[in-house]
């Protein structure tokens, strides 16, 4: 079983800053890549940023600049540094694993179950 957990969302002021962390739990092999993703309501979920296990990073336009995101030493944990945040990040962020497990032979994406930001004007 694989479960992936985040943490460190809240409530914050527009130009205020928040570090998101997720950790990916079980019996795994290798982890491919690690990301970030939001959704609003009445929108749909979008990617925020991505980091391979190589280190290579991607991030939305939207967020390029303000945000970054790093993986942890342990490599089954990845963070969301988010800065000069403003009401239109303000969503729930949830975190993405494309990872396989000990038991398969091909690599799967997980989720988490959802932090809840929210950035006041």
């Known amino acids: 079983q694989v479960q992936l957990v985040e943490s460190g969302g809240g409530l914050v002021q527009a130009g205020g800053s928040l570090r998101l962390s997720c950790s990916a739990s079980?019996?795994?092999?290798?982890?491919?890549?690690m990301g970030w993703y939001r959704q609003a309501p009445g929108k749909e979920r979008e990617l925020v940023a991505t980091i391979t296990s190589g280190g290579t990073t991607n991030y939305a336009d939207s967020v390029k600049g303000r945000f970054t995101i790093s993986r942890g030493n342990a490599r089954n944990t990845v963070y969301l540094q988010m800065n000069s945040l403003s009401p239109e990040d303000t969503a729930v962020y949830y975190c993405?694993?494309?990872?396989?497990?000990?038991?398969?032979?091909?690599?799967?994406?997980?989720w988490g179950q959802g932090t809840q930001v929210t950035v006041s004007s």
């Open positions: 993405n694993a494309n990872l396989r497990r000990l038991t398969s032979l091909r690599f799967d994406d997980y």
């Open positions: 079980g019996i795994i092999f290798s982890i491919n890549a």
